[in-house]
Structures are given as structure tokens and as C-alpha cells.
């Protein structure tokens, strides 16, 4: 389907190639900067801590429903063997896993979208290659730490569970902020909590997969201005599906992914942290969420830990 005359506006608005040079590969990413992480560690306080990731599982969040992923499959490959130095001695097993990168908690990589042909910073698509990305990698992406400011978007609306198709505007960005009484500066990674998540939690793999609430188009601006380093959500489609344009359907994949270079993350369990930061009103932490280094990879598995 072809791109809106109003998207390429969009586009125009926010891109940021040649922002950090012509030979730049992390995008927004740079916005993490010795100050923005001073300004994570003066975040912890009491020095509690939450994964906000889902099991690596077989009965994880995949059903078939995007093209080739699928749950971890995890197998044994030595059982309480002996070492061959001391075959009376200690016994020690091994396991494996094969894992789409996608599949559960992750970061996708700038070159995770194209569109006519570019990726972020002008690249050419074509150097997408069956060995991986040869450029955009997200190997290239050594850290991320920093401040992390979670919008409870659902909490703000007073609703457990965003109704699925609900498109995120800039007023319930603001609002959530409000609510945790946060003012999201440059470099800040931001967690938007919709509450699907929970769908998830209590074996309803159906409805998490099939709507989603999100970031739709008219927050890309939004997110742009704030200088946001980088964003994730509690699902797996990350913008609001099905898409608000009929002809598009992960349009604000383009925007932030290609035009932004802006790192996003689908599958957080934001769940407990959530629940905590009702309670002592502190909705900004240090956040450790750095990819696994996959050579080429257009996305990453991640344990992320945000400390309190």
C-alpha cells in the first residue's frame, strides 16, 4: 500500500538523519549521555528492583499470527554428565535454546523497518543481506542505561485495561506524566503502560495478540519533542492496532524505527513496577536494559531491570 502525502509530511517533521552524523547507527540512543545517566542513578532510592521482562517459554506470547515467530524452545543437551577429567567426580548439564528474537521481552533494532527502500540515516535497505543487518546491527548498541519514566497510561484514564484499537494521543502522554507528576526530559527512556499485559498474565494469549491500545500517529510528534531515547510497551504490536489507517499498518513503526531512529520494545511486563509506583508515587527509576550483542540482529532479547 502507499505511504499518505500526510505521513511524508509526518516523516519530514520528525527524521533525524545526519542528527548525529552521516555515519551514525544508534539513532536516539545518543541521547543517553553522561548527564542522562547521573540522572538515572540519582533516581534510586530505596534500591528495590523489577524485572519487567516475560519468561523465555514455549508458552509464551506467539501464536502464529506474525510471520515466522515463534516461542523459545528450550532443550536439555547434558544431563548430570561426568567431565572426562573425572568421570567419578562432579556431574554437570547444559542446555539450549532456539529463539526468534522477537518473540518475547525485546528491543527492535533500527533495521527492524524499511520503507522505500531506507532504513535510519539513509541507509540502503538492500544492506539487509541473509546474514543479518550489515550496517544497522544492533550490536551496535553497547549500552542502555539510563532514566527510565513509566506513563501509566491506564492508571491515568482509571481503567485496568486499555480497550483494544485505542489509539494513545499526546493528551494521555501528558496526563500519565501528570499523574506521576514526572516532566520527561532529553535521553529519558519511557515505558507507556496500557495494561494488556495482563491479558497475557492470565492465559488470554487471544485478546493479547489480536487489539492493542498505542502510541498512534499523533503522538510521534510528541515523542520527538521530549527527545525520548527510546520507548516500550506492555504488548506486542507496539502502536495501536489495528492501525488507525487502512492503507498502513505499522505506520508509527516507519516513523520511529526508520525516520526517528528511534529504538522501540513490546513484550514488557510493567505490571509489578506499576503497582509500586502507585504506592510510594515514584514513577522514575535507573533502567539496565541493554540488548543482547547479536551480530547483524535486527532485535534483541532483553532482561530489563528498572531500580527504584
Known sequence: ???????????????????????????????????????????????????????????????????????????????????????????????MIVLTLQAAT???????????????????????????????GIDHVTTLVGRGVLLDVARAKGVDVLEGGYPLTPDDLDAAAELGRVEVLPGDVVLVRTGVMQLLKSGDKLAYNTTAPGPSLQTVEWFRSHDVAAVAVDHGTFEVFPSEV???????????LVDMGMTQGQHWDLEELAADCADDGQ???????????????????VNPVAVK
Open 283 to 301: 514513577y522514575t527509576f535507573l533502567l539496565s536494559a541493554s540488548p543482547e550483542p547479536v551480530q547483524m540482529g535486527v532485535g534483541s532479547p
Open 246 to 256: 487502512d492503507t498502513m499498518p505499522l505506520p508509527v513503526h516507519l516513523l520511529h
Open 106 to 136: 525485546h528491543w527492535d533494532g533500527l533495521a527492524h523497518a524499511s520503507y522505500d527502500g531506507k532504513l535510519y540515516n539513509g541507509y540502503d535497505a538492500a544492506s539487509i543481506t541473509a546474514e543479518g543487518s550489515t550496517i544497522l
Open 1 to 95: 500500500m502507499p505511504l499518505t502525502p500526510e505521513f511524508h509530511e509526518l516523516a519530514a517533521k520528525v527524521r533525524n538523519w545526519g542528527r548525529w552524523g552521516d555515519d551514525d547507527r544508534i539513532g536516539t540512543l545518543n541521547l543517553i549521555d553522561a548527564e542522562a545517566r547521573r540522572r538515572a542513578a540519582a533516581s534510586v532510592r530505596s534500591g528495590r528492583a523489577f524485572s519487567l521482562a516475560i519468561p523465555l517459554s514455549i508458552d509464551g506470547p506467539q501464536m502464529g499470527f506474525i510471520g515466522k515467530r515463534q516461542n523459545p524452545l528450550h532443550t536439555m543437551l547434558e544431563i548430570n554428565n561426568p567431565s572426562i577429567l573425572d568421570p567419578e567426580g562432579p556431574r554437570f548439564s547444559d542446555d
